[in-house]
């Protein structure tokens, strides 16, 4: 796929690293050797691949739009189109739809390259990293 070439291993990595955090794996060993330990077994960071697969990525983005309200006092959805991905907020506040209008609730758009899902896997990272 293109996009693994606009960026180095260590930067896959290191998103991948922030999905498997997300997704409650544990990270063992930090730094140039980590490892993640899923369903009991210790794999190489290099081994996760949310940014190759849906079968990966999928249950990432169903735990997003399945979070709790009551808890988290969001619900998510992610729009994934031909070219982009979109994370919306879709209890804006007062103000946001005051203010914002039909953009209330916009959170994020990955639109960065013509592949579905390398731009779902971005805009997974960005949620994760501003929202989780």
Request: hydrophobic content about 45%.
């Amino acid at each position: 796929m293109f996009f693994i070439n606009e960026m180095n291993d260590s930067e896959i990595a290191d998103k991948n690293i922030k999905i498997a955090e997300y997704m409650g794996l544990e990270i063992t060993e930090p730094g140039i050797s980590t490892n993640v330990i899923i369903n009991n077994e210790c794999v190489f960071i290099s081994d996760l691949k949310y940014h190759l697969s849906w079968d990966w990525l999928m249950p990432v983005i169903d735990k997003i739009e399945n979070l709790n309200a009551k808890t988290h006092l969001k619900d998510y959805r992610v729009d994934i189109d031909i070219r982009q991905c979109q994370i919306w907020d879709l209890n804006p506040s007062k103000e946001d739809i005051e203010r914002l209008g039909d953009l209330a609730g916009f959170l994020i758009d990955a639109d960065f390259h013509e592949n579905k899902l390398y731009n779902a896997w971005e805009a997974v990272v960005a949620f994760i990293e501003r929202y989780a």
